[in-house]
DNA sequence: ACCTGAACACCGTTCAAGT
DNA sequence: ACCTGAACACCGTTCAAGT
C-alpha cells in the first residue's frame, strides 16, 4: 500500500487516470470500477475519492483523453489535405479508423449518458464543439461566403451522419461486418451530402 | 406474493416486460433491476430466472417492443405519403418524434451493447432490418432500376445519419437543444443526401 | 495530514428448502 | 411443480479510526 505523500494529488489522478485508460481499453467499460482502480494504483478505494468527485468524474476525464487523441488524428489528416472535398472524405475516414482502433474507448465516449439532472460540463461540451469545428473549417474552404452559421450547421449534420453510420456498424446493428463496409456507407454518405450541397449553395 | 399457478408462465412473462416498459419509461435503464421488476409483479428475484435468461435478456425484449412502436409509427408515415422524397423526409421526422417523445425507452435500444463473446440475436437483428426496409423501399422508387443492394446502402447510410443526428442531440452533445434543432441538422442531412443521390444517379 | 478499510445500501445470479 | 429467500460475489460511496 502506498503511504502519505508517496504521490502528490496530481499524482495520484494521473496515475489513476492512466490505469483507467488501460483497463477500459483491454476489458472495456464495464471493467472500470473503483476498487479494481484503486488497486491498479496501490491505493485503497477512499483515496480515489479524494481526487475525483465520484466514478462518472473518472469517466468523463477518461473521455476527454479519448477525445483528444482523437483530435490529434484528424488534425494529421487536414494538416494533408488542401482540397476540402477530400478532405472531409479523409476525415470520415480517420473517423472510423479510429473508433475501429479504439474501440472500448470510444464506446465510452458514446455509451455514457450524462444524469438528466446535471448537464454536459463546459469543458467536455467544448472539446466535443472542436471536433466539429474541424469539419466546418473544411465546410468554409469549400464554399466561400457561407454563413459560420450555415458551415455549423452543415458540419454537425454530417458529421452527426458519419458517427451514426460508424456506431451502428461497430455494435453491429448495421447488419454490415468489417470496417469496409462501414467506410461504404459512411463515403456515400458524405459523398453525396457534398454533391448535393455544393449543387443547391452555387 | 403471488403463489403456483397464479399465472402461466407466459403471463409472467407478459407482467414483467410490461413492468420494465413502465420502469424505464418514467426512471430510465438504470432503474432497471431484477428486484424491482420483480416487486413490481408481486413475484420475488428468482422467479425472473425461471422466465428469462437474465436481465440483459429482459433488456432485449424490452427493446423488441420499442423497435415495434417505433415501426408502426413509421408505417402511418408511409401510408400517407406517396412521393418518395417527401416520404423520407416525414420519415425522418417521425423518427426524431419517437425518440423525442419515448427518450428513455429509445435510449436503451442505444444503450446497449451486445456482450462481446456472443452475436446480437437473429430475431432482434431482423427487427432492425425491417426498419431500415422501411427506407429501402422509398429508395427504390426515388430512382427505380436500381439494384436492390444499392438502395439498401443507401439506406443504411442516410439513416444510420439520421440516427447519429439524433443521439448526439438528443444526448445532449451537438450543443444544440430542443427537437426544432435537430429536425434541422436532420432534414440538412437528408435533402443534400437525396438531392446528391438523384443528381448521380440518372 | 494522509490514507485505510470497514460499513452501508445496493447490485445480478443461483439453488437448497419450503409449500 | 412452483416459488421463495438466503447466500455469494460483487458494486459505488462514505467516514471514523489509525499512523
Known sequence: MAR???????Q??????????????????TALTARRLASHI???????YLVFENLDDVT???NARTLDKLSFELDQVVAKQAEPNQCIS???????QFASN???????????????NENIPEWYQERINSLFERVELQFGKLIPGQSAQQNALA?????SGVHGNCVLALTGKLDVVGVENVEKTSDLLIDNFLAGWV???Q
Open 12 to 29: 495520484i489522478k494521473q496515475m489513476a487516470l492512466l490505469a483507467g485508460e488501460n483497463i477500459v481499453a483491454e476489458y472495456g467499460s
Open 199 to 201: 449543387s443547391t449553395h
Open 60 to 62: 468523463l476525464q477518461v
Open 42 to 48: 496501490g491505493y485503497t478505494v477512499g483515496s480515489l
Open 102 to 116: 479504439n474501440s472500448h474507448l470510444w464506446n465510452m465516449v458514446f455509451e455514457h449518458r450524462q444524469n438528466e
Open 155 to 159: 458540419a454537425r449534420a454530417l458529421w
Open 4 to 10: 502519505r505523500s508517496d504521490h502528490s494529488r496530481e
Open 90 to 96: 479523409q476525415l470520415g475516414r480517420a473517423y472510423i
